[in-house]
């Protein structure tokens, strides 16, 4: 030991600092989380979201020891095994002695689990979810230790036994089950079969996250992470220097300044590295607003554009229609005004075109063009709206951060500025005028 005591110092400055790179990166993650507002399944965007709603699926996986419904399982067993060891060791007298002690321990012996692709819902829709890639951080729905009178002992187990079992076996499933809640932070994209989002894994995204905590457990949790990690590494950077004096039975108490110092500078450290993680969050936010801002304006510029063109397109199939019937009316007047045998009209050749115009075009109904594009109209609006909603939250937050003491001394460094709230009559870009009346 007193050979490697002069390293001790060196060692506990390099965990300290690798405890501190963990207690920063639990930081940032948290913050990531806070900063993030929740989105509705039918306002998400491409890009990084978090959502909120109950896990959903056609054709449900079945768990393979519980037996529940479910998008996600995972099964362990565990058999348990003791043992007697006898070793030799040399005495402080130098002489070679024996004893025994007892081991034991748990084994993995069998393992499994399963995901499929599944919806998320809320109380607006429905979005895709491919869990693969992703930390889940599921519930246990199975949890029973058995032993070889139980039927669950070779019925889910192995037939083959560890060495010095004392059989028995610990079964343990978590599972995301159906109609769980859920929380989740991802990336979304557009999907390859239809034009929809679904959020997967990107190497990109800062984040691939589905829990079955909420959002505040989850928070909370990397907190308490992160602190925690902050912690260990000023206890290791002070401990393995006491470690080395006491190794080396130098008096400690001699040493204490040295010992502030290191905690001193560990805290230093720690400090400047939180002034630079709370900037470059405030940074993050600043530019999320910006990004909300571009998404309400896309859905506008979506709005601007489609709606003259489903109203050209309606009014087009409205006086086709109209057209259609008054070439019917007419060719019925026809057939009525002339009596089969007598001169007049081919009554065969008006048959084949009245069936041949039936068949050209089939169920052509203004009304259902009418109600298509009232939903689009509706769709488009509600889009805009949660576009708006979505940036609203963001910069409220963004706004809450720079009056928030100490953030708000931070954000003086780069200049940062509130970022103002968008009212409804902000965004109105240009009125669309929705005409179908004829002469219009």
Request: aromatic share 8%; with cysteine; hydrophobic share 45%.
């Amino acid at each position: 030991m007193r050979d490697f005591a002069p390293f001790l110092p060196f060692l506990g400055v390099l965990i300290g600092l690798i405890c501190l790179v963990m207690a920063f990166r639990d930081g940032r993650r948290r913050r990531l989380i806070d900063n993030l507002p929740t989105s509705k399944t039918s306002g998400v965007f491409i890009g990084l979201v978090e959502l909120k709603g109950t896990a959903e699926s056609v054709q449900p996986l079945t768990s393979y020891l519980a037996g529940n419904a479910c998008v996600y399982y995972s099964w362990l067993v565990e058999e348990h095994w003791s043992r007697t060891v006898t070793e030799t060791y040399t005495d402080s007298n130098g002489k070679t002695q024996m004893r025994t002690r007892e081991e034991s321990g748990w084994t993995r012996v069998d393992q499994g689990d399963e995901m499929i692709p599944f919806y998320l819902q809320d109380d607006c829709g429905v979005i895709l979810v491919r869990p693969r890639g992703a930390k889940i951080e599921p519930v246990t729905v199975f949890d029973e230790t058995s032993t070889p009178l139980s039927p669950l002992y070779y019925g889910k187990g192995p037939a083959t036994s560890v060495a010095n079992s004392d059989h028995r076996r610990r079964f343990v499933e978590t599972a995301v089950p159906m109609h769980a809640e859920l929380f989740i932070v991802g990336q979304a994209r557009e999907r390859q079969d239809l034009v929809a989002p679904e959020i997967a894994a990107d190497a990109q995204a800062p984040m691939f996250l589905i829990s079955t905590r909420s959002e505040e457990q989850v928070s909370r949790g990397m907190k308490w992470g992160s602190r925690g990690w902050a912690i260990l590494g000023l206890l290791a950077a002070v401990g393995f220097s006491m470690g080395r004096d006491a190794a080396m039975n130098q008096d400690l108490a001699a040493h204490v300044a040295i010992y502030l110092a290191i905690g001193a500078g560990y805290l230093l450290a720690g400090a400047l590295a939180w002034v630079l993680m709370v900037y470059n969050c405030l940074v993050d936010v600043r530019n999320r607003v910006r990004q909300a801002w571009s998404l309400v304006d896309i859905q506008l510029k979506r709005r601007s554009d489609l709606i003259p063109n489903l109203v050209n397109c309606v009014k087009g199939y409205r006086d086709h229609e109209a057209q259609l019937q008054t070439e019917l009316a007419a060719l019925r007047s026809q057939l009525a005004a002339t009596p089969p045998g007598v001169a007049g009209p081919d009554h065969g050749a008006v048959s084949s075109r009245i069936i041949a115009m039936a068949e050209r075009y089939p169920e052509l109904k203004a009304s259902e063009a009418f109600l298509a594009l009232q939903k689009t109209l509706s769709d488009t609006e509600q889009r805009i709206a949660l576009a708006r909603s979505y940036f609203n939250d963001i910069a409220t937050h963004y706004n809450t951060r720079l009056e928030t003491v100490p953030e708000k001394f931070i954000a003086a460094l780069g200049a940062m500025k509130p970022q103002p709230l968008m009212a409804a009559n902000d965004f109105e870009r240009a009125p669309v005028t929705v005409a179908l009346a004829p002469g219009n």
